[in-house]
């Protein structure tokens, strides 16, 4: 079962950053943090991932603390379009017979 | 490249019936994984398969079953409609089996009246 606590709702305002925490306090050392998010009615989609160094792409940024019990997913300039749920895994990079799972998640709502 | 493909969009049906769901992963993905989600629970794995052999499987009753052609596409039935399937069933895929990183099909809305 999930293995990650993220806040149930926030929110952001068009243009700013959006800074979207995860804890996962027993992380184990090989196990990575994924992120996802599911816009309204559509299937989830793949954002990012990282095990212990800052990740960025085109669609995010993820910072670890050094300790690996806590990440946050930054969105620099949010846009409508990112009101989603986002979610947070934390899975072995191979993860062989145990499934994803995805947790409650954290609804964010973007205003314009 | 087109993605995961689920048909079809929008479906009703009443009690008692059944129902089948297609999924045709993105070509060369040869792992297809399937989710329900209802409001109250959220996303719950059903199962998966890898060159069609199922691979794992959730905690759903037999009424729900799958398979994997050799194409890879996919389909999933449930049996005995209830009430409570009514749901959003999504289709992921990917090319190994267990992976973490899925590309998800836009869904199959299933009303049981």
């Known amino acids: 079962d999930a293995k990650t606590t993220q806040p149930p709702s926030m929110d952001c305002a068009e243009g700013r950053a959006a800074n979207l925490p995860c804890n996962h306090s027993t992380i184990s050392g090989n196990e990575y943090v994924y992120w996802y998010r599911q816009i309204h009615s559509q299937g989830p989609q793949y954002i990012i991932h990282?095990?212990?160094n800052n990740e960025t792409n085109e669609m995010a940024s993820l910072i670890i603390t050094e300790d690996r019990k806590s990440s946050t997913l930054i969105l620099p300039h949010a846009t409508l379009r990112d009101t989603a749920v986002y979610y947070c895994?934390?899975?072995?990079?191979?993860?062989?017979?145990?499934?994803?799972?995805f947790g409650k998640g954290t609804k964010l709502t973007v205003n314009p | 490249k087109a993605g995961v493909t689920q048909t079809p969009r929008y479906l009703i049906k009443t009690r008692g019936q059944q129902v089948t769901l297609s999924c045709s992963p993105i070509?060369?993905?040869?792992?297809v994984s399937w989710y329900q989600q209802t409001p109250g629970q959220g996303l719950q794995f059903l199962f998966e398969y890898f060159s069609e052999t199922q691979r794992n499987k959730g905690n759903f009753p037999g009424r729900f079953s799958g398979r994997q052609f050799s194409n890879s596409r996919s389909e999933m039935n449930v049996s005995t409609l209830e009430l409570g399937d009514s749901a959003l069933y999504l289709c992921a895929s990917s090319f190994s089996s267990g992976a973490n990183v899925l590309t998800f099909g836009a869904g199959s809305r299933l009303t049981v009246l």
């Open positions: 990282g095990l212990k």
């Open positions: 070509s060369g993905h040869r792992s």
């Open positions: 895994i934390v899975r072995l990079l191979q993860g062989g017979s145990e499934k994803l799972v």
